[in-house]
């Protein structure tokens, strides 16, 4: 059974940086492609960035393009998402997933963790 456990949310002013984590445990990570989404309060849980197995290729929603990048450690079994310049809209839970592809559809994902709280006050 494959485990991510988020963390690294926080309350930040906008402006600032979060770096969120994701650890991965029961399979080694180079094993999935990655996925970072966000649920606001009352929205459905939306596409933020993804990364493939190697970490040659990402991709990432046109709202953070710029301001978020997304790495992996395979070494270390960890997904990192690394956010700057955020802003109120960034607010919301952060999952991180795994999944077979680099997807922007949470459908594709097999594997979430329970998320973090990212809340960017203006």
């Known amino acids: 059974q494959v485990q991510l456990v988020e963390s690294g949310g926080g309350l930040v002013q906008a402006g600032g940086s979060l770096r969120l984590s994701c650890a991965v445990s029961?399979?080694?990570?180079?094993?999935?492609?990655m996925g970072w989404f966000r649920q606001a309060p009352g929205k459905e849980r939306d596409f933020v960035a993804t990364?493939?197995?190697?970490?040659?290729?990402?991709s990432y929603t046109d709202s953070v393009k710029g301001r978020f990048t997304i790495s992996r450690d395979n070494a270390k079994n960890t997904v990192q998402l690394q956010m700057n310049s955020l802003k109120p809209e960034d607010t919301g839970v952060y999952y991180c997933?795994?999944?077979?592809?680099?997807?922007?559809?949470?459908?594709?994902?097999?594997?979430w963790g329970q998320g973090t709280q990212v809340t960017v006050s203006s």
């Open positions: 997933a795994a999944g077979d592809y680099t997807a922007t559809m949470p459908a594709r994902y097999r594997y």
């Open positions: 029961g399979r080694t990570s180079s094993s999935y492609a």
């Open positions: 990364i493939s197995r190697s970490g040659a290729v990402t």
